[in-house]
C-alpha cells in the first residue's frame, strides 16, 4: 500500500504546532498501525529527519499508551480496539491519512503525538485505592462473599486501560467514564467501602482540578472506549458522589 500521512508535529506544549506531510510506500496490509509508524519513522531518520514521537508500550491493547486520533477517532476506525491493534488492511491503497494526539487541556502535548496525561495518575492518587488492614489479622479477601453480579460489573469497570480516548473524543474534554470506571470497579466490592464516602467526591474535584470538562450526556466516550466501558459507570459515580456529598 502506498499512503500519504498527514502527521502532527509540536515541539512541547509552548510552540505551536503544524501539520507535516509524508509518503510512505508498500506498507504491507498486515502490518499494524504502529509498525507503519516505526517504517515512517525508519525513512525520516535515513533522510536525515527527526522522527515522530508517538506514545507505545505493550503493543497487544493492554498499557493504554498508544494514544492516536486518526482521521478524526481516536484510535482510528474499528471497535473496541486501541491504536496498536489497528491493522493497515482498514485503510485502502492511496489513502491520505490524518495522525494528531489527543486534544484536551488536561492532556498537554510533551512532543508531535505525545502528551501528558499525568492528570490522569493525579486523580488515582485522590481515591483510585483501598486501605488493607495489615495489623496481623487481615481477612482473606477470596473469604468475603461476592454476589455475581457485582462482581462481574466491577471486572468489566477495572478493565479500562486509562489510555485517554475517552477524553480526547469528548466535545467538553471530559474524564467522566475513566473516572466512573475507577470509581465503580471499587464501590462495587466490599473491599471498597473503607474509604468509599470519600472518594467519589475527591476524585471528582481532582478531576474538576484538573481541567477536564463537565459531562452533557453525548455518550461519544462509550463508543470509541476500546473497553467498551458502560455508561452506566458515570451514573453510578453520580450517586456515589451524592452519597458522599451529603454524608
Ligand atoms: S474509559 Fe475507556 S477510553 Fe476512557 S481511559 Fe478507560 S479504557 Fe480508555
Ligand atoms: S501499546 Fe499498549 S495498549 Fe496500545
Redesign the pocket.
Known amino acids: 500500500m502506498n499512503l500519504t500521512l498527514k502527521v502532527w508535529r509540536q515541539n512541547g506544549n509552548k510552540e505551536k504546532g503544524r501539520m507535516e506531510t509524508y509518503q510512505v510506500s508498500d506498507i504491507s496490509p498486515d502490518s499494524s498501525f504502529l509498525e507503519m509508524m516505526d517504517i515512517l519513522n525508519e525513512q525520516l531518520i535515513e533522510e536525515g529527519k527527526e522522527p515522530v514521537a508517538f506514545d507505545h508500550d505493550c503493543r497487544e491493547g493492554i498499557c493504554?499508551m498508544c494514544s492516536m486520533y486518526i482521521n478524526g477517532e481516536?484510535h482510528g476506525p474499528g471497535d473496541r480496539i486501541t491504536t496498536c491493534q489497528l491493522h493497515m488492511r482498514e485503510f485502502n491503497d492511496g489513502d491520505t491519512i490524518h495522525i494528531e494526539p489527543w486534544r484536551a487541556k488536561a492532556f498537554p502535548v510533551i512532543k508531535d503525538l505525545v502528551v501528558d496525561r499525568g492528570a490522569?495518575d493525579r486523580i488515582m492518587a485522590a481515591g483510585g485505592f483501598v486501605s488493607v488492614n495489615t495489623s496481623g489479622n487481615t481477612q482473606d479477601a477470596n473469604a468475603i462473599p461476592i454476589d455475581k453480579n457485582d462482581a462481574d460489573k466491577a471486572f468489566d469497570a477495572a478493565?479500562?486501560?486509562?489510555?485517554?480516548?475517552?477524553?480526547a473524543?469528548c466535545k467538553n474534554a471530559s474524564?467522566m467514564?475513566?473516572v466512573s470506571?475507577k470509581v465503580s470497579q471499587f464501590a462495587l466490592l466490599p473491599q471498597g467501602q473503607v474509604e468509599a464516602r470519600e472518594r467519589a467526591v475527591n476524585m471528582v474535584n481532582k478531576m474538576d482540578e484538573e481541567g477536564f470538562g463537565n459531562c452533557t450526556n453525548t455518550g461519544a466516550?462509550e463508543v470509541?472506549?476500546?473497553?467498551?466501558?458502560s455508561l452506566e459507570n458515570i451514573a453510578r459515580m453520580n450517586r456515589e458522589y451524592l452519597k458522599g456529598s451529603i454524608s
Open positions: 493504554g481516536a490522569f478493565t479500562c486501560i486509562g489510555c485517554g480516548a475517552c477524553v473524543t474524564a467514564l475513566f470506571a466516550c470509541e472506549c476500546p473497553k467498551g466501558i
